[in-house]
């Protein structure tokens, strides 16, 4: 009876823990573009190295996708 209590206990816990969308980078199927914020940020730190964008662009790519209001949180949202 402690075992199955335990069991059930253990599930419970592990059923409730939230799901990371940013746990690991994703990418787009079709696109390859980056799908979540883990992936994004590197390709906008990729970027900037590469002296494809200024720091200043940069910045606002990352506020605008990632940021407080950014587009990718919304679409995680729908996921």
């Known amino acids: 009876?402690?075992?199955?209590?335990?069991?059930?206990?253990?599930?419970?816990?592990?059923?409730?823990?939230?799901?990371?969308?940013?746990?690991?980078?994703?990418?787009?199927?079709?696109?390859?573009?980056p799908a979540n914020c883990r992936a994004f940020i590197q390709h906008a730190v990729d970027s900037y190295r590469a002296k494809q964008y200024t720091a200043d662009s940069t910045f606002a790519s990352i506020e605008r996708n990632c940021g407080a209001n950014g587009i990718l949180w919304r679409d995680m949202a729908n996921r």
């Open 1 to 33: 009876m402690q075992r199955l209590a335990l069991a059930v206990a253990l599930i419970a816990v592990a059923g409730c823990r939230p799901q990371d969308p940013n746990l690991i980078p994703e990418y787009g199927k079709e696109s390859g573009l």
